[in-house]
């Protein structure tokens, strides 16, 4: 048995078999069944056959452009596909072992290349190169059509717990509940796009591992709570029952889930709460909870990420128009894409998906950037806006310069449209504050803005130069961090002063202090995920808005983020129900009280 | 049995090309075929085992041909070798 403690990022419990997925090297392992040996190892030998293919032709093309001594060096590779120690030794490993044809292949490379490295031989030591060079060609080959990793997860028949070293959002994007029971990553965070995915989708995960991946063995079963972050490899049956005791214990907590309307503090003000989702699928789940309107739709999401470019304006129309429909009379404000040009021109990501610029073309000034696409896309919403109340969010802002050109994109398409097909509604138009420099200029945007709405996940991180996805400063985070509710009390401001309505849809609002304290510094509506709504009334049911708002100026004079947790922590006696305690034993420790 | 020794003489000692030579001529032939040098013996056969050989120039490598053609095949293979793979010395 082997126990990891991580970062909770998606409630529940999942356990059942473990299916690793390594986005870099990609490879995908599992185990076969005995009697499917047969046929894994033949896959071996025709991802061979089309490698040797491959292979004499480079040879051929190099012998015309560069002459035949050259085009010899490929005989050593072409050589290398029949070797004993790379192919056949995959073979003998799938049929005593049972693993998959992939898997086999890189405990043979894995082989080969110890005793390449053990050489004391520059010369010998650059020869691994060429190895890697003929495996990574014949691992490629095994899946000649099928190259995504999305593709390769449609291929898990048996429920299972996903085990990955990173998670691209797109591939948490396409993950089924129903095949993936749980999800562990040896990267990651709370707050990163995949995690937010992962919990939008309900399934339990723990990020922040670090070493899961490499210490799995074939076959394991895992046992894994997205409440606490723990991970178990190979549970005793006495570890296995804890983890779920422990889940049965939490799920037995009053949640009042049935209430829906506006909610009221305990000194009668009323807080709204709406929902954050990524698809139309989810409206339905929002009303349930209660949400009076989604109050982030991540209009990128409902796109399968693979390529904006080619999601026409109908298709697009289409989304909008299902999920204004599905909420009326309720409003929808949908963000336009949050997304970089790798993904708008459909190319995969250099290596293993996750090097997005966070900094760089992306959001607004992608769009900015490439009328086409987001015109298309103000196209769809203005046509969506006639089937019910409609807002628009531009991701990123960080000038007045850039609003202004945001809004006048939008002008000029609701007039095209209304010149060729009527009238259209009016579209209150509002700026994500996420950057640091839009928080600041709060009161001039608000001049040009109808609507604020905080996106703390991105503004912790550039508030604090963070890297959210680097788990080794992930402490470092801190959504309580005096700064940031700083930052926030001048937004708050701005918007109160110019009369604008604002709302708070990062998660940290899903984190119960965070939300107690919010609601001291003046925010009155929420956007959160469906599933964190029914929990966050049940606090705001208890709270008494005079109290939060003592608390929050009490806060505002001390240093640090821990200090302030524990202020609000202290003071307000609905953020410690029943079974917290218990809950924070079970956590070993940790420091932060997030569920 | 045919057991023969020889010297690497071409300047980049066995390398893949000159290893990949090696494994093609010594495939022609029915004979097992093994390579030594200093105590550590591989298949004469595989490209993999002679490239973790690192025969460099000036060392000496054991040949054993076993079979047949054992006589022909360690007397082309020796050829091969002294001959510098047919490269510059």
């Known amino acids: 048995m082997i126990q990891l403690i991580g970062i909770p990022v998606s409630p529940g419990v999942a356990s059942g078999p473990a299916v690793v997925l390594l986005q870099n090297p990609f490879a995908i392992r599992y185990t076969v069944a005995q009697g499917h040996v047969a046929r894994e190892a033949a896959r071996l030998d025709e991802a061979a056959r089309l490698a040797r293919r491959q292979l004499e032709q480079v040879r051929e093309r190099v012998t015309r452009s560069s002459g035949p001594e050259l085009a010899s060096l490929f005989d050593a590779q072409l050589l290398m596909l029949d070797d004993q120690p790379l192919v056949p030794r995959a073979k003998a490993i799938v049929e005593t072992d049972c693993l998959n044809a992939e898997w086999a292949l890189q405990r043979a490379f894995d082989e080969v290349s110890t005793v390449f490295d053990q050489a004391d031989d520059a010369y010998l030591r650059e020869r691994r190169g060429d190895v890697a060079d003929v495996v990574g060609r014949l691992a490629r080959a095994l899946r000649p059509t099928t190259t995504s ?103 037995a907590l009053p949640v009042r889930a049935s209430d829906v309307g506006p909610v009221t503090t305990a000194d009668n003000q009323v807080i709204r709460f709406e929902a954050n989702v990524e698809t139309p699928a989810e409206v339905p789940g929002a009303r349930a909870a209660g949400a009076e309107g989604i109050g982030l739709f991540r209009s990128e999401f409902a796109i399968g990420l693979e390529s904006l470019g080619s999601f026409d304006e109908d298709r697009q129309y289409r989304v909008y128009r299902a999920l204004v429909e599905g909420m009326a009379p309720l409003p929808v404000t949908v963000r336009t894409f949050d997304v970089d ?59 007045v310069e850039e609003l202004r050109a945001a809004r006048s994109a939008l002008r000029g398409v609701q007039s095209e449209i209304s010149e060729g097909e009527g009238r259209v509604p009016d579209i209150p138009v509002g700026v994500m504050i996420e950057v640091p420099s839009a928080a600041l200029t709060a009161d001039l945007l608000a001049r040009d803005a109808d609507f604020f709405s905080i996106g703390t996940n991105d503004l912790v991180q550039y508030c604090l ?98 200090e302030i947790r524990s202020l609000v922590v202290k003071s307000v006696a609905a953020l410690r129900p029943p079974g917290a305690g218990r809950r924070e034993e079970g956590a070993g420790g940790r420091a932060h009280g997030e569920s | 049995m045919m057991t023969r020794q020889v010297v690497v003489s071409n300047a980049l000692g066995m390398h893949a090309r000159a290893a990949a030579r090696f494994v093609h001529l010594a495939t022609s032939f029915q004979a097992r075929v093994t390579v030594n040098r200093d105590g550590r013996s591989v298949d004469g056969k595989s490209i993999l085992g002679l490239l973790l050989l690192a025969a460099r120039c000036q060392s000496v490598v054991t040949i054993t041909a076993e079979g047949p053609d054992e006589e022909a095949a360690a007397e082309a293979l020796v050829r091969l070798v002294e001959t510098g793979f047919g490269e510059a010395p």
Not at chain 1, 185 to 212: E, K, N, Q, Y
Not at chain 1, 379 to 385: C, E, N, Q, T
């Open chain 1, 149 to 251: 990793p999305w593709s390769v997860l449609a291929g898990i028949e048996v429920p299972s717990i996903l085990v990955v070293d990173e998670l691209a959002p797109s591939v948490a994007g396409q993950l089924e509940p129903a095949r993936i029971l749980g999800v562990a990553i040896d990267g990651g965070s709370r707050t990163h796009h995949a995690s937010i995915i992962v919990r939008s989708r309900r399934v339990p995960a723990v990020a922040g591992l670090r070493r899961a991946t490499a210490l799995i063995r074939p076959g394991a079963m895992a046992v894994l709570d997205g409440d606490a972050g723990e991970f178990v490899l190979d549970p005793t049956p006495d570890a296995h029952e804890r983890v779920l005791a422990r889940h049965r214990g939490r799920v």
């Open chain 1, 341 to 399: 040009e790798f993904q708008v021109s459909g190319n995969r990501h250099p290596v293993g998906g996750t090097s997005r610029g966070p900094l760089g073309l992306r959001a607004i000034r992608l769009s900015l950037d490439r009328r086409d696409v987001f015109d298309t896309q103000l196209r769809a919403l203005v046509r969506a806006s006639r089937h019910g109340p409609i807002r628009i969010l531009f991701p990123l802002i960080s000038s």
């Open chain 1, 465 to 562: 130069a963070v890297d959210r996805s680097d788990g080794r400063v992930a402490d470092l985070y801190d959504p309580l961090h005096p700064a940031i509710l700083r930052v926030i009390r001048q937004v708050i401001r701005a918007a109160a002063r110019h009369r604008k309505p604002l709302s708070v849809c990062g998660e940290m609002a899903g984190d119960p202090a965070s939300l107690a304290i919010l609601m001291g510094l003046g925010v009155t509506t929420f956007s959160m995920a469906p599933s964190s709504i029914a929990p966050a009334r049940a606090i705001v049911a208890g709270l008494s808005l005079a109290e939060m708002r003592r608390v929050a100026a009490r806060a505002m004079r001390l240093g640090t983020g821990r």
